[in-house]
């Protein structure tokens, strides 16, 4: 039987190869009897760095604590728990960085590929998501997976004939986001919703590793064509209140960005959200104002973005009819199908 509570000085003290072999034995993790000492030490190793890592990144006057003993260790034995999540209080505006996001992201991600992707497989099949997804019936199924959530865990999922990914929600906004998009003519990657007993589930294509942020800091300058798909997303995600529009929530596929995570829709005050963004560089204005050096550049795409929020907003001014009757088959409960179609009929205040 399995046993979830060991904490890191118990952890510490596993240090002959019999006890190392029945961890492993216990928890079902793939054991290669040549390397199991020295993959042990480095996972001990990887587990006690992160523990004092996270609390050099902590802020505890702020509510951002570090991460426990008990969370990682659970999190790497436990198939019950999907996520690993930075330990901040909700609710308060934590805004936080990437050197958070990729301590947390390698712990799973620099583990060996056989262990990993037996930790995944297992919190997949835990959840009835391997029988729910075409194609993962077999651990074997899986060539490679990593963890490229950033609050908490999201897994890119590659197997040998297709490759996924797939997050725990508790909306199914993107879905909705998505008909949007399509009404717009503005691209979009495929998702569908998994409901088990456990939960429900986002799985959606893989559309690569390029994040905006990525895209940006690879790039000497936007091209025009990049500078308006950000003025179309800004657009739409002021008129329909879209919190949390930072920089890894969009991603970069063939010079195409998609928007990614629209867990906040119709988002009170989402202005002063959009201002605190414009303020740490993260919204999509931002992103064009600090990326053009030369004054001249600078000034042209503005000029750019600024143009194409208006051609934007006249178009869903345009397709208005079309949004509605979309909300209308989509909200079920009356109150909040006609608080959102107010919401989207207010003007863009930037």
């Known amino acids: 039987m399995m046993s979830f509570s060991k904490n890191i000085e118990e952890i510490n003290k596993i240090d002959n190869k019999d006890a190392i072999v029945n961890f492993y034995r216990s928890h079902q993790w793939p ?44 999190f790497l034995t436990n198939p019950k728990q999907f996520s690993l999540k930075l330990n901040k209080i909700k609710g308060k505006g934590i805004f936080y960085g990437l050197d958070h996001v990729s301590l947390r992201q390698n712990l799973l991600n620099r583990l060996p590929i056989q262990l990993k992707n037996r930790i995944i497989y297992q919190k997949l099949k835990f959840n009835n998501l391997d029988e729910k ?55 979009f990657h495929n998702v569908f919703t998994v409901n088990t007993n456990h939960g429900r589930w986002e799985v959606s ?4 590793d390029i994040t905006l942020t990525k895209f940006c800091l690879e790039s000497n300058e936007l091209s025009p064509a990049i500078v308006k798909q950000l003025a179309r997303h800004a657009c739409l995600g002021d008129v329909f209140g879209r919190g949390d529009r930072h920089s890894e929530n969009y ?44 004054i001249n550049c600078f000034k042209e795409n503005l000029n750019i973005f ?45």
Not at 177 to 182: C, Q, T, V
Not at 275 to 291: A, D, K, P, T, W
Not at 320 to 349: A, G, H, L
């Open 133 to 187: 997804i075409v194609q993962l019936s077999n651990i074997q199924h899986i060539k490679s997976c990593e963890d490229i959530g950033m609050g908490h865990s999201v897994y890119r999922v590659i197997g040998k004939k297709m490759s996924f990914v797939v997050k725990r929600v508790d909306h199914i906004n993107q879905e909705f986001y998505n008909k949007i998009l399509s009404i717009l003519e503005m691209p």
């Open 31 to 74: 054991i290669n009897k040549d390397l199991i000492f020295l993959e042990f030490k480095y996972i001990k190793k990887l587990i006690n760095n992160t523990l004092e890592k996270s609390k050099e990144l902590a802020l505890p006057n702020l509510g951002f604590d570090p991460l426990s003993d008990l969370d990682l260790i659970s």
């Open 306 to 350: 600024l143009e194409e929020y208006k051609v934007q907003y006249q178009r869903i001014k345009q397709r208005q009819s079309m949004i509605v009757e979309w909300m209308k088959c989509w909200f079920e409960n009356s109150i909040e199908r006609e608080n959102n179609i107010r919401y989207i009929k207010k003007t863009p205040t930037r």
């Open 205 to 208: 294509d893989n559309l690569g």
């Open 251 to 294: 991603m970069v596929k063939d010079n195409v960005i998609y928007s990614i995570d629209n867990a906040f829709l119709f988002y009170k005050n989402n202005n002063q959200w959009v201002e605190r963004y414009i303020q740490g560089c993260q919204s999509e204005i931002s992103i064009v104002c600090n990326l053009f050096n030369e």
